[in-house]
Structure formats: structure tokens, C-alpha cells
């Protein structure tokens, strides 16, 4: 499984921004998948995602601002920020299990909040 992230950028307070993560190879679904983020220095943490057959989840710190999709017919999911804060600031990893249950990254791709 390749996972391939794009949409990050530099944006200012209160902006949006839509992140893309598109899978290919064999052996994986999109019913696990999702996001995490990384700031330097410290543990990456779980943003937002969707888990088996439940419907998606978020971290406190994104709820109501942040939506995750997933679109199995071209292997892709989302992430729509909206409402962007400093402290979102990170590198943006999708993710998604593989067929042993394997949680498989993509490369990251920077966001930078900032006026």
C-alpha cells in the first residue's frame, strides 16, 4: 500500500484548507483510515479518522471544525480545516490498515497557520 498526501500549505487565522490522501497497491480498505499530525518535537496525535463499520471520529482539539471523508470508489480521503488556528500547525500524515492490520503512512504534508 502507497499512500500519497497533498494540500498543505500556508494559510492565515480563521482560513481553510482541504487536504488530500490518495491510496494504491493491494491488500487495504479505506473502512480504517484517517489522519494524525506532528509538530516538531513532539508525539504525533490522532486528528480524525473513521475505525471498522463506525462512523468517523475526532480529536476535542478539531471537533466541529475539521471533516474527514473517504471516498472508496477512487481511494481517496479528506481532510476540510476550516476555521484554522496557529496551534494546527503541524505535518499531516493519512493513514490507513493494510490487510494484517498494519497501520501503513503516507509521507506528511505541511500545514502552516500564520499571520
Known amino acids: 500500500v502507497q499512500l500519497q498526501a497533498f494540500g498543505g500549505g500556508l494559510v492565515q487565522p480563521g482560513e481553510s484548507l482541504r487536504l488530500s490522501c490518495v491510496a494504491s497497491g493491494n491488500n487495504f480498505t479505506l473502512n480504517d483510515g484517517g489522519w494524525f499530525r506532528q509538530i516538531p518535537g513532539k508525539e504525533r496525535e490522532f486528528v480524525a479518522g473513521?475505525?471498522?463499520?463506525?462512523?468517523?471520529g475526532y480529536s476535542d482539539s478539531v471537533k466541529d471544525r475539521f471533516t474527514v471523508s473517504r471516498y472508496k470508489a477512487n481511494n481517496t480521503m479528506t481532510l476540510q480545516m476550516n476555521s484554522l488556528k496557529p496551534e494546527d500547525t503541524a505535518v499531516y500524515y493519512c493513514f490507513v490498515l493494510n490487510a494484517t492490520g498494519v497501520r501503513v503512512w503516507g509521507r506528511g504534508t505541511l500545514v502552516t497557520v500564520s499571520s
Open positions: 473513521f475505525f471498522a463499520l463506525e462512523s468517523a
